[in-house]
């Protein structure tokens, strides 16, 4: 089991503040699934705009914090390294369902499992969680790609 603290996550991830949407990995299981965390803290800038009356996490942010617990997953199995002339895109996205608010206080537990990978795409099933319920839900695809 791989276990990563912020420091090792920004090794990997080119996001810095404030679009880095993974805080700590508690296990990453090589070419198979990964669990991460992202704390929510009232500080972060959206929460200003959106809503001011009624904080809420945007939904496609949510949906960015599983890519990005996605990259991580692919970027440790393949042995990828950080600042090699490619960047990690989402090339798909598909049957998102969002089922309950995330709100300021809460931890977002981010799990993602490959479940395809064929000619450098990755298909992955994600779903983010909040006190054991279910957020989120997402099928993602990501690829590599020269820059």
Known sequence: M??????????YLPHRYPLILVD?????????RIHAYKNVSINEP???GHFPHHPVMPGVLIVEALAQAAALLTIRSENMEKDTGQVYYFVGIDAVRFKKPVIA???LVLKVEITRQL????????????????VTEAQLMCTARAI
């Open 119 to 134: 000619k450098g795409v990755w298909k992955y099933t994600a779903r983010a969680e909040v006190d054991d319920q279910i």
């Open 46 to 48: 959206y929460f200003s």
């Open 24 to 32: 700590r990995v508690v296990s990453l299981e090589l070419g198979k």
């Open 2 to 11: 791989v276990v990563m603290d912020i420091h090792e996550i920004l090794k």
């Open 105 to 107: 206080g809460d931890q």
